[in-house]
């Protein structure tokens, strides 16, 4: 009730699947904006809260870092809804600087400070056990001083223990890795990786790389653009649930081949990016051997966060 009391909503900012976004002020300081997240009531829940918003509670309370979204306290409504109060982050989201393509334009400098951002917000998740699980531009918010969050943690859970199942129905469809795909019940913060290989890729071309219209098409057009999985690329994959016997076998793509679409990040930032998208979940980088990467040594230098280019 107290906390509540804290913060007047405003304006009504956003709606996504399960919560209204609003905007806030501290009453104490009316130049101080938050963001309310108001949890919908789901009428499957309607005796306690919705899994995902409990989720999104529990590890944004332990997760505290510059590219991760900072929540500032939380409070249940009168009507028992829970509302969490986050940083306000005013520019968008990466999707959005993505597509505005007449308006924003950004190069390779660019693209390494906002992986950079994104590989540390990544390290520090895997780093503290939290997988995040729905790693896209549309959830990389963009603060007042530039920095890119890693934002929307309803899909987020921790590792689990060896021999403990998960579901594979998470990630959205185009950012969802093969293992996801083929059925996998015990994976690994590979999945993150994958979603972040794919997330650099849709940096440099500025179009979803793997923009397929179901599950189905989404496994063809993986073996079409990277390489079809098989038990020489990736002991085991036969053996998943959900495999699909190839029609025909594209061998994995070469770096050199990926350089004519991607090679605006240079040999080394192309070397990252195939590396982040090893079809064989053990064979892919992990977080923290992607911030060791020699691509961040050379030139050009990432941009410094207050000349990034930032939406409206
Ligand atoms: P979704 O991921 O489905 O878009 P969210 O519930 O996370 O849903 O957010 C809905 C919308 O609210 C977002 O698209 C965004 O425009 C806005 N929003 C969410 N969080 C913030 C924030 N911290 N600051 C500013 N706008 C936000």
Redesign the pocket.
């Known amino acids: 009730e107290q906390e509540k009391r804290k913060y007047i909503k405003d304006r009504k900012?956003?709606?996504?699947?399960?919560?209204?976004?609003y905007?806030g002020r501290s009453r104490q300081d009316s130049t101080q904006h938050v963001?309310i997240?108001k949890i919908k009531k789901q009428k499957e829940f309607r005796d306690g809260m919705a899994p995902d918003a409990v989720r999104e509670l529990k590890y944004l309370q332990e997760l505290h870092h510059p590219n991760i979204?900072n929540l500032i306290s939380a409070f249940s409504s009168k009507d028992q809804n829970l509302n969490l109060v986050?940083?306000?982050?005013?520019y968008?989201?990466l999707e959005a600087l993505i597509r505005d393509v007449t308006h924003v334009r950004y190069g390779a400098a660019d693209i390494k400070a906002w992986m950079g951002m994104l590989s540390r917000a990544i390290w520090f998740c895997h780093e503290n056990r939290v997988l995040h699980r729905d790693i896209k531009p549309?959830?990389l918010?963009i603060a007042a001083d530039g920095e890119v969050k890693l934002?929307?943690f309803?899909l987020a859970r921790s590792f689990a223990e060896p021999g403990h199942r998960m579901t594979a129905n998470v990630i959205t469809r185009w950012y969802r890795p093969p293992e996801l795909l083929f059925g996998a019940r015990h994976y690994s913060g590979a999945v993150d990786i994958w979603a972040v290989g794919l997330v650099f890729a849709e940096l440099i071309i500025r179009a979803p790389f793997l923009p397929a219209e179901n599950e189905v098409e989404q496994i063809s057009l993986i073996c079409k653009q990277i390489g079809t999985p098989t038990e020489e690329n990736w002991p085991g994959v036969t053996k998943l649930k959900e495999y699909i016997v190839p029609s025909e076998v594209t061998p994995v793509w070469e770096r050199s081949a990926y350089m004519g679409r991607f090679g605006a990040v240079g040999v080394d930032g192309v070397d990252l990016l195939v590396r982040t998208l090893a079809l064989d979940p053990r064979k892919r980088i992990t977080a923290h051997e992607i911030l060791e990467h020699k691509w961040w040594r050379m030139d050009p230098k990432p941009t410094r966060k207050e000349d990034l280019p930032r939406g409206g």
């Open positions: 900012l956003g709606e996504g699947t399960y919560a209204i976004v905007l963001a997240k979204i986050l940083e306000f982050l005013p968008g989201d549309n959830n918010l934002a929307d309803g």
